[in-house]
T-cell receptor, first 113, second 112 residues
Framework: KAGVTQTPRYLIKTRGQQVTLSCSPI?????VSWYQQTPGQGLQFLFE???????NKGNFPGRFSGRQFSNSRSEMNVSTLELGDSALYLC????????????FGPGTRLLVL | SQQGEEDPQALSIQEGENATMNCSYK?????LQWYRQNSGRGLVHLIL?????REKHSGRLRVTLDTSKKSSSLLITASRAADTASYFC????????????FGGGTRLMVKP
């Protein structure tokens, strides 16, 4: 099976802009989670989607949002970008249960100038 | 916030030696997972250990879990230069769903 794919792999934006990142889970996986990784804060959970519904949400401002489509593909959006949003954004997928192994994609590296 | 703390933060060993990394966490868990990350790339899943398990093996990896001490360890035996990476533990806590809380990671360098 193909692994989790994320597009784009690299992105450069300026402050105030918005960005949309995409994640395609492993075929058959219905849960998609998003994480932000920065040198200062480490890996932090953003949100999880399951069957097109947000099931969990981390402690991030409302500028961070996401959605999931009927084919389980997911997108996350960050509006009004700030310098501190520069990070590696990782997507993970798992089957339809909970507390299962999550498989991560290669990530999207976002640089905000 | 990070639930786990990993110890040591960095570890440098020679090829062929064993590497041990420790992880402590704060809340009750259903399972604990270990991941490897090579130089800012995606996370590779290594092993999952459930709260009712005490030890698990996978190839050169051995993971232990002590829920009474809220700690876990990852042992890599006969390390190779290709094992050079950052290693993270992640716990699911008691949330509904797949939210993981990660430790700060251990940076392992294996010198040839």
């Amino acid at each position: 099976k193909a692994g989790v794919t994320q597009t784009p792999r690299y992105l450069i934006k300026t402050r105030g802009q918005q960005v949309t990142l995409s994640c395609s889970p492993i075929s058959g996986h219905r849960s998609v989670s998003w994480y932000q990784q920065t040198p200062g804060q480490g890996l932090q959970f953003l949100f999880e989607y399951f069957s097109e519904t947000q099931r969990n949400k981390g402690n991030f401002p409302g500028r961070f949002s996401g959605r999931q489509f009927s084919n389980s593909r997911s997108e996350m959006n960050v509006s009004t970008l700030e310098l501190g949003d520069s990070a590696l954004y990782l997507c993970a997928s798992s089957l339809d249960g909970i507390q299962e192994t999550q498989y991560f994609g290669p990530g999207t590296r976002l640089l905000v100038l | 916030s990070q639930q786990g703390e990993e110890d040591p933060q960095a570890l440098s060993i020679q090829e062929g030696e064993n590497a041990t990394m420790n992880c402590s966490y704060k809340t009750s868990i259903n399972n604990l997972q270990w991941y490897r990350q090579n130089s800012g790339r995606g996370l590779v899943h290594l092993i999952l250990i459930r709260s009712n398990e005490r030890e698990k093996h996978s190839g050169r990896l051995r993971v232990t879990l002590d829920t009474s001490k809220k700690s876990s360890s990852l042992l890599i035996t006969a390390s190779r230069a290709a094992d050079t990476a950052s290693y993270f533990c992640a716990t699911d806590g008691d949330n509904a769903g797949n939210m993981l809380t990660f430790g700060g990671g251990t940076r392992l360098m294996v010198k040839p």
